[in-house]
């Protein structure tokens, strides 16, 4: 079996995840100086969300390839604290206004 049909069983585009993590290199050298977990947290979360999410992302902002990688691996960190709060406030059956659907 050779190494890229390993990385692909298990659902990992190493050209996303790369693409996400200089993103979130980029991210953490622009936004989050001087913190060393916000520039690992930045990082990694920006290479994880690029992995799942770039083909998507792309396909809205007109990118491929490795810029659409690079571009949501930039944003990882914003992408993820939406879905988080999103989350967190969604109840199944209800309207956003709080009554049932």
């Known amino acids: 079996m ?6 692909q069983q298990i659902g990992v ?4 995840l790369v ?3 200089c ?7 622009v936004f989050d100086r001087g913190e060393p977990w ?5 990082v990694v979360v920006g290479a994880l969300t690029a992995n799942y999410l770039a083909p998507l ?7 491929s390839g490795g ?3 690079f571009l949501t691996g930039l944003a990882g960190m914003v992408i993820c604290q939406r879905a988080v709060s999103f989350f967190r406030e969604w ?3 209800q309207s956003r206004g709080g009554t049932n659907a």
């Open 2 to 7: 050779s190494e890229l049909s390993f990385w």
């Open 57 to 63: 992302i792309g396909h809205y902002v007109g990118a």
């Open 13 to 16: 585009s190493v050209q996303d």
């Open 23 to 29: 993103g979130g290199v980029v991210k953490a050298f």
């Open 38 to 42: 916000a520039i690992v947290s930045s």
């Open 91 to 93: 109840r199944p059956g």
């Open 19 to 21: 693409a996400g993590f």
């Open 67 to 69: 810029a659409a990688g």
